[in-house]
Nanobody
Framework: EVQLVESGGGSVQAGGSLRLSCTAS????????MGWYRQAPGNECELVSI???????YVADFVKGRFTISQDNVRNTVYLQMNSLKPEDTAVYYC?????????????????WGQGTQVTVSP
């Protein structure tokens, strides 16, 4: 069964750092397009960063230079290192497998999404 389990969210002050983890089971992350999305209240679900199955990566302009996506194939885990966090980064962050659209109406909805982890950045 496909499952994605996230961890690593929390509350930090502006300028701080967090690392999110997403451990997959039921499939191999190296064979998939693995992405991180976020959704703040009242907003759509937006793509933050994605590592494609061919190894290429994409980082949204609004986090470029601050967030980095990486992967550990032995642990079958994808990470999102978030540095220089800003209050506007506050959202629920989701990892997703084989979801590549830049925007969804909402994150989640099937087994190819994680359960989400809250990131709160205070001024």
């Amino acid at each position: 069964e496909v499952q994605l389990v996230e961890s690593g969210g929390g509350s930090v002050q502006a300028g701080g750092s967090l690392r999110l983890s997403c451990t997959a089971s039921g499939f191999t992350v190296d064979d998939s397009d693995m992405g991180w999305y976020r959704q703040a209240p009242g907003n759509e679900c937006e793509l933050v960063s994605i590592r494609n199955g061919d190894g290429s990566t994409y980082v949204a302009d609004f986090v470029k230079g601050r967030f980095t996506i990486s992967q550990d194939n032995v642990r079958n885990t994808v990470y999102l290192q978030m540095n220089s966090l800003k209050p506007e980064d506050t959202a629920v962050y989701y990892c997703a497998a084989d979801r590549v659209a830049p925007i969804y109406k909402r994150c989640g909805g099937d087994n190819y999404w994680g359960q989400g982890t809250q990131v709160t950045v205070s001024p």
